[in-house]
Structures are given as C-alpha cells and as structure tokens.
C-alpha cells in the first residue's frame, strides 16, 4: 500500500495540494487525470520521492518496490538496452555488480565463498536468474528487436528509447508502478498489449494520461 498523509504542496501562492489523504491499495489500477497544468506529473514525483512536499509524507509498506517510467532519454547512454531494462530492479542489478564483483577477487577468501552464497540465495529469489531473459522478453513483446538489445542507448532512436525506458519500469514486477503518459510515442499495437498487461497487474499501478480511451 502507499499512502499519502496531510501532503501540502504550494508555489508562492499557487497552491496545487492542500491537506491530501489518500491511499492506493494492490490490485487497483488508478488513473490520475485533469487539466493541463493541475499538477498530475508533479503528484506522481511527490509519490516517487523526487519532490518533497512543503508539509506531509509519503508512506509505503514496509518492503514493497516502487517502479516509475522515466522520461530522461539521455540517462543511460552509455548502458546497453538489454542492461537499462534490467536496471529498473535497482536492488537486483546493485547485487548482481557487487556479487560480480566479489568473484573477481585475486584473494577470494572462504569468508568471501560464504557472503558469495548468501548474495546467490537472494539473487535467486529476485529472479536474478531468469532476469535477462525475461528483460529481452519485454523488449521483444514491446517492439524492440533482438538485434537492439545490446546496442547502446545513445545508438538507438528516440522512439525506440521510449519503449526500453517502458520496459524498464515493467521489469521486475514491483509492487508499484507510476507511468505518467505511457503511450506517448506508442503506436496502436504497443498501446494494446499495455493495456492487456496492466488489465491483469496484480500490484498497484497509477497512471497519468490524456488519452480516454487507454484509460
């Protein structure tokens, strides 16, 4: 669950939130709508974290994984496509570099052999394993072709980046997803099997957009 708790937001005297309470549970998928400019991108970057509010908080349960769709198209430039799509489990890549890493030890202790298989359990159990086949798999399902996958991201267009960063956000089915404007820059087949995935989510997911009929 995330829960938002008294959040007050103002800018000078524009104020966009005033006293917000309210919660989103799993298995709901939220649509946040309204006009141009009344602050739905802006309450998506409260949720995430990524702008404080003047007064109130922002809770999760204990936990529970948040994923956000990133509109940043030159932030990972210098990542593969396969490797920016996996990024989006930030606990899992962080322990597959630091497990990596530990193996190419020159003095690989029988300490460092015990923290290694501690590291490998919890990989495993976040579907560290599967994950790059199951990054490619979302690649594939989201129009982006095998041979993209380990091009740089500085290499490929900007059409396609949307759907990598897409990708990146699906990946590791988190406990919740915020997507502001998914099907910017998708076409009609791409926005159907997003609409299909989310239809069957099981966590929750709030999602900002213009376009009625996806919502």
Request: hydrophobic share 40%; aromatic share 8%; charged share 25%.
């Amino acid at each position: 669950m995330i829960s938002v708790n008294n959040v007050t937001l103002a800018y000078g005297k524009r104020v966009l939130f005033d006293e917000v309470n309210i919660s989103f549970v799993k298995g709901n998928c939220y649509g946040v709508i309204g006009a141009n400019g009344a602050g739905k991108s802006t309450f998506i970057k409260i949720l995430s974290g990524e702008i404080e509010p003047n007064k109130g908080t922002v809770s999760i349960t204990p936990g529970e994984r948040m994923a956000v769709l990133r509109q940043d198209q030159f932030g990972f430039d210098e990542v593969s496509v396969l490797h920016t799509v996996m990024m989006g489990h930030q606990k899992m890549w962080d322990l597959m570099n630091e497990k990596d890493a530990l193996y190419m030890k020159e003095d690989f202790t029988e300490a460092d052999g015990m923290k290694a298989g501690e590291m490998e359990h919890q990989f495993g159990e976040m579907g560290g394993y599967t994950a790059e086949s199951d990054a490619a798999q979302f690649l594939n399902e989201l129009g982006v072709k095998e041979e993209m996958h380990q091009m740089l991201m500085k290499d490929i267009g900007g059409n396609i980046k949307v759907r990598v960063l897409l990708a990146q956000a699906l990946f590791g089915n988190p406990d919740i997803l915020l997507l502001d404007e998914p099907t910017n820059n998708l076409d009609v087949e791409t926005i159907s099997w997003l609409e299909n995935f989310l239809a069957d989510y099981q966590n929750i997911v709030l999602v900002v957009s213009h376009d009625r009929h996806f919502l």
